[in-house]
């Protein structure tokens, strides 16, 4: 085993409460999300993270913002993690030129480059090889910065996984690859696809150094994520992060859910991350009755400023069409 | 004899299920094709019917479960592989290429690939640039594939079957607009002529040369100009490879004008295949240039209002149409 630094950084309540936001706020985005899909505001697909948050933002929190973040085409929380203006991603998701991505990409492609997010990728498992090229870029340019990775249990039947797992240890580059097993891939279950289903132990067999964390759970996400980034840091060596995890909502709007049973989704919602870990502050005696009203009046306020900003966004001109195909235009 | 309405999605399925009750070597495998139903509820309930066996559900691994589905091919099986849409199909472009295309020419003609491939295809869902790509044309250009094209609810039912006939690998772009489309199909529907493009729609004045999503919009065109006294012959391509060019040269020496509509992006589209047949080979009964109507040459952009500026739609089918009559 490879030299690991288990330094715990203690937070401060004030940090601690700023994880519950984050996570809240990811929360209610999306249940917004899902309400202006209803009312067509929203078209195409929508990919809902909903019950999944304890990753993102574990992880994220994790990183610094030199880092490099690469996600799939459900990214809204990891996006909103990283601290991306929530209208900004409302307005994407419309279609408006005020979009994150000029309303050019949609839900499944949200890009900001100032906040380092490199989308927003729907080839399931497309951005791996991405990721590992990133950091082999700030490998040769004695760069700091690490590359996170996020992609689904699905996302590693594929040959790019395997490929892009094998180049990250063969050129021993600085990235974190963090895979949410939510067991459906759309609506293939896990002993489906995987004949091993310790997807951890893929990483092991590359010479990868890998481990599993319960991702319903933001503490153990927390602590596994900033061990695993020292681990990167102090050994110059890709990581492998499975943080099991289950989504509440269907894979897509277009999803009717024939592949798997209520019981089991009421079962899951049992280990919410959102009540689970803002009774474990309550407990702690870090947040206040009062404290808990602030924050969730004050998530509905960024959430409907972020619909006001998409509402109000205007049409890029039809004339425009065939801009950025080269750069320049 | 009566026709029957049916959904698109509804004639593929009739389509599958027929050809699995006729030929037990025939199985379907693909992503989310058993459990899930099919990504478009294309396959809903046919696990149930068939079993595992016969409707497989596979990893996400493009290359690996078209690879597997050569395999099956050469030993003996007749797999149709669902590649859910053409966009994952890049993923499984050297399985397709390298061996199920090319088999046959390098073993001296000893191994044939009697594999079907069906792929969801197309633009028209807001599905923003990887997923709205139009592919026929890249497919049509290699020997050893026969590309087949669903512009119609009859070939959704019936082309499936023909397709299983061949000995060779046949690629199915079936479309994912058109699929809740309702249309009439003779409850008899069954395989239909896979050698051959179809008239759609007779008429004197102009070749209007089109296939995939582009039929059914230039239908609607043709009813239009109709109206204004144009009357408009409309090609379904249908075959994309190997091209039927009597059909498209005989409209030619009749109408003397052609056009060809296409989602697809115009540089090396299909247009640019059919335009060279023309010109080789019907020259001197062309009255006027010959005009296409193509994908703009851009990734398809999320935005409704971008989307539809980005293939042509039937109005301007209409006023191309009128500008080359000259009215
Ligand atoms: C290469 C490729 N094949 C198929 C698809 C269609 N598809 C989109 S998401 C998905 C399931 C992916 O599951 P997983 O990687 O577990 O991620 P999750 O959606 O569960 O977060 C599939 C099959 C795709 N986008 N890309």
């Given at each position: 085993?490879e030299?690991?630094?288990?330094?715990?950084?203690v937070?401060?309540?004030?940090?601690?409460?700023?994880?519950?936001?984050?996570?809240?706020?990811?929360?209610?985005?999306?249940?917004?999300?899902?309400?202006?899909?209803?009312?067509?505001?929203?078209?195409?697909?929508?990919?809902?993270?909903?019950?999944?948050?304890?990753v993102?933002?574990?992880?994220?929190?994790?990183?610094?913002?030199?880092?490099?973040?690469?996600?799939?085409?459900?990214?809204?929380?990891?996006?909103?993690?990283?601290?991306?203006?929530?209208?900004?991603?409302?307005?994407?998701?419309?279609?408006?030129?005020?979009?994150?991505?000029?309303?050019?990409?949609?839900?499944?492609?949200?890009f900001?480059?100032?906040?380092?997010?490199?989308?927003?990728?729907?080839?399931?498992?497309?951005?791996?090889?991405?990721?590992?090229g990133?950091?082999?870029?700030?490998?040769?340019?004695?760069?700091k910065?690490?590359?996170?990775?996020?992609f689904?249990?699905g996302?590693?039947?594929?040959?790019?996984?395997?490929?892009?797992?094998?180049?990250a240890?063969?050129?021993?580059?600085?990235?974190?690859?963090i895979?949410?097993?939510?067991?459906?891939?759309?609506?293939?279950?896990?002993?489906?696809?995987?004949?091993?289903?310790?997807?951890?132990?893929?990483?092991?067999g590359?010479?990868?150094?890998s481990s599993?964390?319960?991702?319903?759970?933001?503490?153990?996400?927390?602590?596994?994520?900033?061990?695993a980034?020292k681990?990167?840091?102090?050994?110059?060596?890709?990581?492998?992060?499975?943080c099991?995890?289950?989504r509440?909502?269907?894979?897509?709007?277009?999803?009717?859910?024939?592949?798997?049973?209520?019981?089991?989704v009421?079962?899951?919602?049992?280990?919410?991350?959102?009540?689970?870990?803002?009774?474990?502050?309550?407990?702690?005696?870090?947040?206040?009755?009062?404290?808990?009203?602030e924050?969730?009046?004050?998530?509905?306020?960024?959430?409907?400023k972020?619909?006001t900003?998409?509402?109000?966004?205007?049409?890029?001109p039809?004339?425009?069409?065939?801009?950025?195909?080269?750069?320049?235009? | 004899?009566?026709?029957e309405?049916?959904?698109?999605r509804?004639a593929?399925?009739?389509?599958?299920?027929?050809a699995?009750?006729?030929?037990?070597?025939?199985?379907?495998?693909?992503?989310?094709?058993g459990h899930?139903?099919g990504?478009?509820?294309?396959?809903?309930?046919?696990?149930q019917?068939?079993?595992?066996?016969?409707?497989?559900?596979?990893?996400?691994?493009?290359?690996?479960?078209?690879?597997?589905?050569?395999?099956?091919?050469?030993?003996?099986?007749?797999?149709?592989?669902?590649?859910?849409?053409?966009?994952?199909?890049?993923?499984?472009?050297?399985?397709?290429?390298?061996?199920?295309?090319?088999?046959?020419?390098?073993s001296?003609g000893?191994?044939?690939v009697?594999l079907?491939?069906?792929?969801?295809?197309?633009?028209?869902?807001?599905?923003?640039?990887?997923?709205?790509?139009?592919?026929?044309?890249?497919?049509?250009?290699?020997?050893?594939?026969?590309?087949?094209?669903?512009?119609?609810?009859?070939?959704?039912?019936?082309?499936?079957?023909?397709?299983?006939?061949?000995?060779?690998?046949?690629?199915?772009?079936?479309y994912t607009?058109?699929?809740?489309?309702?249309?009439?199909v003779a409850?008899?529907?069954?395989?239909?002529?896979?050698?051959?493009?179809?008239?759609?729609?007779?008429?004197?004045?102009?070749?209007?040369?089109?296939?995939?999503?582009g039929v059914?919009?230039?239908?609607?065109?043709?009813?239009?100009?109709?109206?204004?006294?144009?009357e408009?012959?409309?090609?379904?391509?249908?075959?994309?490879?190997?091209?039927?060019?009597?059909t498209?040269?005989?409209?030619?020496?009749?109408?003397?004008?052609?056009?060809?509509?296409?989602?697809?992006?115009?540089?090396?589209?299909?247009?640019?295949?059919?335009f060279?047949?023309?010109?080789?080979?019907?020259?001197?009964?062309?009255?006027?240039?010959?005009?296409?109507?193509?994908?703009?040459?851009?990734?398809?952009?999320?935005?409704?209002?971008?989307?539809?500026?980005?293939v042509?739609?039937?109005?301007d089918?209409?006023?191309?149409?009128?500008?080359?009559?000259?009215?």
């Amino acid at each position: 085993m490879e030299k690991r630094i288990k330094e715990r950084k203690v937070l401060t309540g004030e940090q601690e409460r700023h994880l519950l936001y984050q996570m809240k706020l990811i929360r209610r985005f999306e249940e917004k999300s899902a309400e202006q899909y209803t009312k067509e505001k929203i078209r195409g697909f929508l990919h809902l993270y909903i019950g999944e948050e304890a990753v993102a933002v574990g992880v994220t929190q994790a990183l610094s913002a030199e880092d490099y973040v690469l996600s799939t085409y459900r990214e809204h929380g990891h996006a909103l993690a990283r601290n991306m203006d929530p209208g900004s991603i409302m307005a994407e998701m419309y279609g408006k030129q005020e979009g994150c991505s000029k309303g050019r990409g949609g839900s499944m492609h949200l890009f900001d480059a100032t906040f380092n997010f490199y989308g927003g990728n729907a080839i399931v498992a497309g951005h791996l090889p991405m990721a590992v090229g990133m950091a082999l870029a700030s490998k040769k340019q004695q760069k700091k910065n690490i590359t996170c990775c996020f992609f689904g249990e699905g996302a590693a039947a594929e040959g790019e996984f395997h490929e892009a797992m094998n180049l990250a240890a063969l050129w021993q580059v600085p990235a974190l690859f963090i895979c949410e097993n939510n067991l459906y891939a759309m609506g293939t279950a896990l002993k489906y696809t995987h004949a091993m289903q310790y997807i951890e132990k893929k990483g092991v067999g590359y010479g990868i150094d890998s481990s599993a964390v319960d991702g319903m759970d933001l503490i153990a996400v927390s602590k596994a994520a900033n061990d695993a980034v020292k681990y990167i840091k102090t050994n110059n060596k890709p990581y492998f992060l499975v943080c099991n995890t289950y989504r509440f909502r269907p894979h897509s709007m277009f999803d009717a859910e024939l592949y798997r049973d209520k019981k089991e989704v009421e079962e899951w919602k049992k280990k919410d991350p959102i009540p689970r870990y803002q009774q474990d502050l309550i407990n702690k005696k870090r947040l206040s009755k009062k404290q808990i009203d602030e924050m969730d009046k004050h998530i509905e306020a960024e959430i409907n400023k972020a619909v006001t900003l998409a509402e109000e966004g205007t049409w890029e001109p039809v004339e425009d069409l065939t801009k950025f195909v080269y750069s320049g235009q | 004899m009566k026709m029957e309405k049916m959904t698109y999605r509804e004639a593929l399925k009739q389509g599958i299920r027929e050809a699995l009750l006729n030929d037990e070597r025939v199985f379907l495998m693909g992503e989310d094709v058993g459990h899930y139903g099919g990504a478009f509820a294309v396959s809903k309930g046919l696990l149930q019917e068939f079993g595992a066996d016969r409707i497989m559900d596979v990893p996400l691994s493009e290359s690996g479960f078209v690879g597997a589905g050569v395999g099956a091919a050469l030993a003996g099986m007749k797999p149709i592989v669902e590649v859910m849409t053409v966009n994952f199909s890049l993923l499984a472009m050297d399985q397709i290429i390298n061996n199920a295309a090319t088999l046959l020419h390098m073993s001296g003609g000893q191994l044939n690939v009697p594999l079907v491939i069906r792929m969801g295809c197309g633009i028209g869902r807001q599905l923003a640039a990887q997923h709205s790509h139009s592919w026929e044309p890249y497919f049509a250009s290699v020997p050893g594939l026969i590309v087949l094209s669903v512009g119609t609810h009859e070939d959704a039912r019936g082309m499936l079957l023909s397709a299983l006939k061949s000995p060779d690998p046949v690629i199915l772009f079936e479309y994912t607009f058109m699929l809740n489309m309702d249309k009439e199909v003779a409850p008899d529907a069954g395989a239909v002529d896979i050698t051959k493009a179809k008239v759609r729609r007779d008429g004197k004045d102009i070749t209007l040369i089109t296939y995939g999503n582009g039929v059914y919009k230039s239908l609607e065109a043709a009813e239009e100009l109709s109206s204004q006294g144009i009357e408009v012959e409309v090609i379904d391509l249908r075959v994309l490879r190997p091209l039927d060019e009597e059909t498209l040269l005989a409209s030619v020496a009749k109408t003397h004008r052609a056009l060809v509509v296409e989602d697809a992006w115009r540089s090396g589209g299909m247009a640019a295949e059919v335009f060279s047949r023309i010109i080789e080979k019907g020259f001197f009964e062309l009255d006027a240039p010959l005009q296409r109507l193509c994908g703009q040459e851009v990734p398809i952009p999320y935005p409704r209002h971008l989307e539809e500026a980005s293939v042509p739609q039937p109005q301007d089918i209409v006023d191309t149409i009128r500008k080359m009559i000259g009215l």
